[in-house]
């Protein structure tokens, strides 16, 4: 922080504020959360009176700024927002009011959203282990630098002009991967439906197809990944990341066939239904629920062939969608599955499907891998801008 503005304690900028509020058992509020590391203050939920364990709530207005007690040290603070004015909050939250003549609220959240300031909250905090607790004397001791109001309302407008051209860059570069995506849907779709193509049934190119055991694994520490959907990507498979089961239920779980490179795990049913990926040689696990295998017959489809079909919007949009729309929980019937319309060239065009496919493929991932490169310089820009600006050089 800069050290040619004032250092001002919060207790001198800060108005504690103690708004109460009786809760009436059939009246209808909405209560507050504060999420960790700057990240906002949102709505917890919508509750009746008689939900609510106290019989008084603090009122949240507006521009007031609010605080976890129990995590401040880990960022959860800001602004209360317009929309939530009028929310209640337990003990556990304290609110402050920014005193106008000292202090703008738009320069408080920002200014909060610096390391310096969760450092502020650390040290503002004490209590044993699982216990740490804010301590709103030592909090309200804390300063901040504080520049002249004309001064904060000229940082807190260039800091704004900059977070803006930072959300534009998000937002192109968003627009710039789902156009990626919607090419490869393309090129997919215009592949698959190339009225060249014959057409069977998709368990004419399968050899087996093998649900999982539909009853919830026995995990354990370590040991064997057990595929679940959220394992499962468009494309991707992350053992990595998959929980783990001993050898006595993998055993168990594989009993119908252990997976084999260029077996496809397919997601059957939830918010994931349609996801595929191949299996590659030297992956060893299980089916968890959810999760599905088709092992395919190589003497007429090749996988990488069998895996572009299946992502391809004539699969994931015409026959998996239609079956899914409507439903909380998307199910991807066995039986209806096995009917799928799949498209089948002979095997030398099979390959130059695969090699047109695998080349458009490499330039979207090739642009993935710079967008997930930019994502985090943008991430990195305004800490850096905030770093700068409160220490007197923006």
Not at 22 to 34: A, G, Q
Not at 37 to 49: H, I, M
Not at 90 to 103: E, G, K, M, Q, V
Not at 282 to 309: A, D, T, Y
Request: glycine share 6%; net charge neutral; charged share 25%.
């Amino acid at each position: 922080m800069t050290n040619s503005w004032p250092q001002a304690p919060l207790g001198e900028i800060l108005t504690k504020s103690e708004e109460w509020t009786d809760i009436n058992p059939t009246d209808s509020y909405r209560e507050i959360t504060v999420r960790l590391w700057g990240k906002g203050v949102t709505l917890r939920r919508e509750a009746a009176g008689s939900e609510i364990a106290s019989s008084r709530r603090l009122v949240a207005r507006a521009g007031r700024f609010i605080l976890s007690r129990i995590d401040a040290r880990n960022g959860a603070f800001g602004l209360v927002p317009d929309s939530l004015d009028g929310a209640v909050v337990s003990n556990d939250f304290p609110l402050f009011t920014p005193r106008p003549s000292r202090l703008l609220p738009s320069f408080l959240d920002w200014i909060s959203r610096t390391r310096s300031f969760v450092d502020i909250c650390k040290a503002a905090s004490e209590g044993t282990t699982n216990r740490v607790r804010l301590q709103e004397d030592r909090f309200l001791q804390m300063t901040i630098p504080l520049p002249p109001l004309a001064e904060q309302r000229r940082i807190v407008a260039r800091i704004e002009e900059l977070a803006a051209k930072i959300d534009e860059a998000r937002d192109l570069r968003q627009k710039a991967a789902d156009e990626t995506t919607a090419v490869l849907n393309a090129t997919r779709r215009a592949v698959f439906t190339s009225c060249s193509l014959a057409t069977v049934e998709l368990q004419d190119v399968c050899s087996d197809i093998i649900d999982n055991l539909h009853s919830n694994p026995q995990y354990a520490d370590s040991g064997v990944p057990c595929v679940r959907s959220p394992d499962v990507g468009y494309g991707t498979l992350d053992l990595e990341g998959a929980l783990r089961t001993d050898e006595d239920e993998y055993g168990r779980r594989t009993v119908r066939g252990e997976p084999q490179p260029d077996d496809v795990v397919l997601v059957r049913e939830g918010g994931g239904t349609g996801k595929c990926a191949l299996v590659l040689a030297g992956q060893r696990f299980s089916l968890g629920q959810r999760v599905m295998m088709l092992r395919l017959n190589r003497e007429m489809v090749i996988p990488k062939f069998f895996l572009h079909q299946l992502l391809s919007p004539v699969i994931q949009e015409e026959q998996i969608a239609p079956l899914s729309k409507g439903s909380a929980s998307p199910h991807l019937n066995i039986a209806a599955l096995r009917r799928f319309s799949f498209r089948l060239p002979s095997l030398p065009r099979q390959q130059c499907i695969t090699a047109e496919l695998d080349a458009v493929l490499a330039k979207v991932d090739a642009l993935k891998k710079l967008q997930v490169a930019t994502a985090a310089e943008l991430d990195g820009l305004l800490p850096s801008i905030l770093d700068r600006a409160f220490k007197g050089n923006l």
